[in-house]
């Protein structure tokens, strides 16, 4: 497997959390994972924070609610439900509703 060990457990999580991701969104979401400000965070951590904020971004309506002035809270609350669907879809056990105060982070930020 290629990749420093960083990269190697990222990916090892990824496939664990959401096996049937399509690849187009995994490389995305490994991006977002390797960024500079989530090197501080365990792999675990930045793949959860990435996958969320991927999810978000691509295959929900929450850019067009931050749009129309909803503040990101509010914005991620209307969208948990389709970010679930898109989890759940690509095998993911857990679910963005459930998640803990440290996965609410933005992987962009």
């Known amino acids: 497997m ?3 060990k960083r990269q190697q457990a990222i990916r090892k999580a990824l496939r664990a959390t959401a ?3 399509p690849l187009s969104d995994a490389e995305a979401v490994m991006a ?9 965070l365990p792999p675990a951590t930045a793949l959860w924070l990435a996958l969320g904020s991927h999810i978000r971004h691509v295959h ?4 067009r609610l931050l749009a129309e002035g909803y503040d990101r ?9 389709d970010t679930d669907a ?3 879809g690509w095998g993911c056990q857990r679910s963005v509703s459930e998640s803990g105060p440290e996965a609410e982070g ?3 930020a």
Do not use: C, N, W
Not at 32 to 40: D, F, I, N, T, V
Not at 60 to 63: F, K, P, V
């Open 32 to 40: 977002l994972a390797e960024r500079r400000h989530m090197k501080a």
């Open 106 to 108: 933005e992987a962009e």
């Open 19 to 21: 096996p049937g991701i």
């Open 73 to 81: 809270d509010a914005a991620r609350f209307f969208v948990a439900d």
């Open 60 to 63: 929900t309506d929450y850019d």
């Open 2 to 4: 290629a990749g420093t």
């Open 86 to 88: 898109v989890l759940t």
